[in-house]
Antibody, heavy 121, light 110 residues
Framework: QVQLQESGPGLVKPSQTLSLTCTVSGASISSGSYYWSWIRQPAGKGLEWIGRISTSGSTNYNPSLKSRLTISVDTSKNQFSLKLSSVTAADTAVYFC?????????????WGQGTAVTVSS | QSVLTQPPSASGTPGQRVTISCSGSSSNIGSNTVNWYQQFPGTAPKLLIYSNNQRPSGVPDRFSGSKSGTSASLAISGLQSEDEADYYCATWDDSLNGSVFGGGTKLTVL
């Protein structure tokens, strides 16, 4: 059973870089036809796709975040990460790491529990 | 403002059939498959429908999806109280080169 677990600081100061890591258990992050993705959800609002990285390392980013965003994979640790620079209060949200599987036409079939990040001084 | 448009709310009584619409454009729904997600408060979303009308294992057949042109719909038949949740549509957008979500629909079972 594949499980995803987000980790990282819950509080980030404005203008700093938000860094989150997602640890994958139950499967190898470097095999299979998957995209490893990040989704966020501000309190009381809808879901926003942040970006994704494939098992081959190719990335796609939300155009509105692209200039500040880096998603990477560490196969040795079976983890993938998100770095979002120059954060503002608008980046305050629950961040989910997610697997999108070819089996489901890249529907997002496995989700982490989410981690709350607040941007505040 | 979401790229995909959903009604903010929907409601029905137990046993009824309700539908939730999702409207997009030629660059997203018009040229890609649609997925639907169910989310309960305080929890992560769950994949409910993929590829327009396919159910992952374990999803009751009361849930069904359809797509026509640049719109998609989620139907829930035999509505139950435990279906009260938020529902999101999502697809790939070729112009944005990224995934897009609808704004979500809050379903209330009266």
């Amino acid at each position: 059973q594949v499980q995803l677990q987000e980790s990282g600081p819950g509080l980030v100061k404005p203008s700093q870089t938000l860094s989150l890591t997602c640890t994958v258990s139950g499967a190898s992050i470097s095999s299979g036809s998957y995209y490893w993705s990040w989704i966020r959800q501000p309190a009381g609002k809808g879901l926003e796709w942040i970006g994704r990285i494939s098992t081959s390392g190719s990335t796609n980013y939300n155009p509105s975040l692209k200039s500040r965003l880096t998603i990477s994979v560490d196969t040795s640790k079976n983890q993938f990460s998100l770095k979002l620079s120059s954060v503002t209060a608008a980046d305050t949200a629950v961040y989910f790491c997610v697997r999108a599987a070819y089996t489901y036409y890249y529907g997002m079939d496995v989700w982490g529990q989410g981690t709350a990040v607040t941007v505040s001084s | 403002q979401s790229v995909l448009t959903q009604p903010p709310s929907a409601s029905g009584t137990p046993g009824q059939r309700v539908t939730i619409s999702c409207s997009g454009s030629s660059s997203n729904i018009g040229s890609n498959t649609v997925n639907w997600y169910q989310q309960f408060p305080g929890t992560a979303p769950k994949l409910l429908i993929y590829s327009n009308n396919q159910r992952p294992s374990g999803v009751p057949d009361r849930f069904s999806g359809s797509k026509s042109g640049t719109s998609a719909s989620l139907a829930i038949s035999g509505l139950q109280s435990e279906d009260e949740a938020d529902y999101y549509c999502a697809t790939w957008d070729d112009s944005l080169n990224g995934s897009v979500f609808g704004g979500g629909t809050k379903l209330t079972v009266l």
